[in-house]
């Protein structure tokens, strides 16, 4: 499965208080963890899918984030169940 990296801070407590024009990559399989970042990179077999805000990315019909956002939501729904 692709793995959405960002940059931004690190650690999901850090990434809202991390101040400063620092730039930080993130490797991040839970995606709640880069819903606030301002600059997402998805890649897909080593190459750049898409990059933009989470939610520009979650609007793209048919997109690669939106498509790893919709079956992670679905994973986590049937496991709590």
Do not use: N
């Amino acid at each position: 499965m692709p793995v959405p990296v960002s940059i931004a801070g690190g650690g999901a407590s850090r990434l809202k208080h991390s101040g400063g024009a620092r730039q930080r990559v993130v490797i991040a399989h839970r995606l709640s963890t880069v819903r606030t970042l301002d600059r997402l990179l998805v890649f897909d077999h080593g190459r750049i899918a898409e990059q933009g805000r989470p939610a520009d990315l979650l609007r793209l019909d048919g997109g690669l984030y939106r498509r790893l956002h919709e079956r992670q939501t679905l994973d986590l729904g049937l496991a709590a169940e």
